[in-house]
């Protein structure tokens, strides 16, 4: 049975940092690419970010652009997202999902799979 | 950005009758292999997301045959055939084509 089970949300400083993971089991970790979502409070789902399977690539939305990173342990079946310069806006609830697919050469979207959330809510 | 755009954002149901959702986007999905890469995803209530549909009009496993997913290009619709009280939740069209990867606003249909 797949399972994704996000941890590392709570309470951080605006400017401050946090970061997630997102244990994965059953199944190859390391052949799918995952993806982070985030949802605000009462509001609709955004895409955050997508890491291939390999770790070599990655997107993010630019919201998040050069303040968060994804990153990939496949030794672990763990991924991460490094949450720094935490902005207000940044409070929400975040899934990890994955993909049935590997990299761009088999992209289709098709998120899968996801964990049950984690909350992160920026304030001081 | 690709800017997806769905109706309607509401959409209160009478349990056995269908029920459509349409979906735009600003460009379009078609890709290159010639498949729309559109994606349909469920949230029910207190849940996470469920992938219902992909590549336009493909049903994700497990999902029941009274979902269906149509369009081409720039607009799509999700049908339910015969909605059920277990359908309730909001529902949300994404393109996969391009990052950034978009969802668009949610639907959020309801039992009448």
């Known amino acids: 049975e797949v399972q994704l089970l996000e941890s590392g949300g709570g309470l951080g400083q605006p400017g401050g940092s946090l970061r997630l993971s997102c244990a994965a089991s059953?199944?190859?970790?390391?052949?799918?690419?995952m993806t982070w979502v985030r949802q605000a409070p009462g509001k609709g789902l955004e895409w955050v970010s997508t890491?291939?399977?390999?770790?070599?690539?990655?997107y993010y939305a630019d919201s998040v652009k050069g303040r968060f990173t994804t990153s990939r342990d496949n030794s672990k079946n763990t991924l991460f997202l490094q949450m720094n310069s935490l902005r207000a806006e940044d409070t929400a609830v975040y899934y990890c999902?994955?993909?049935?697919?590997?990299?761009?050469?088999?992209?289709?979207?098709?998120?899968?799979?996801w964990g049950q959330g984690t909350l992160v809510t920026v304030s001081s | 950005d690709i800017v997806m755009t769905q109706s309607p954002l509401s959409l209160p149901v009478t349990p056995g009758e269908p029920a459509s959702i349409s979906c735009r986007s600003s460009?379009?999905?078609?890709?290159?292999?010639?498949?729309?890469?559109l994606d349909w995803y469920l949230q029910k209530p207190g849940q996470s997301p469920q992938l219902l549909i992909f590549?336009?009009?493909v049903r994700a496993s497990g999902v029941p045959d009274r979902f269906s997913g149509s369009g081409s290009g720039t607009e799509f619709t999700l049908k339910i055939s015969r909605v059920e009280a277990e359908d309730v939740g909001v529902y949300y069209c994404?393109?996969?084509?391009?990052?950034?990867?978009?969802f668009g606003q949610g639907t959020k249909l309801e039992i009448k």
């Open positions: 994404m393109q996969p084509l391009q990052p950034p990867y978009t």
């Open positions: 059953g199944f190859t970790f390391s052949s799918y690419a």
């Open positions: 590549l336009g009009s």
């Open positions: 890491l291939s399977a390999s770790g070599g690539t990655t």
């Open positions: 460009q379009s999905l078609l890709h290159r292999n010639g498949k729309n890469y």
């Open positions: 999902a994955k993909a049935p697919s590997s990299d761009n050469s088999n992209w289709y979207g098709a998120f899968d799979y």
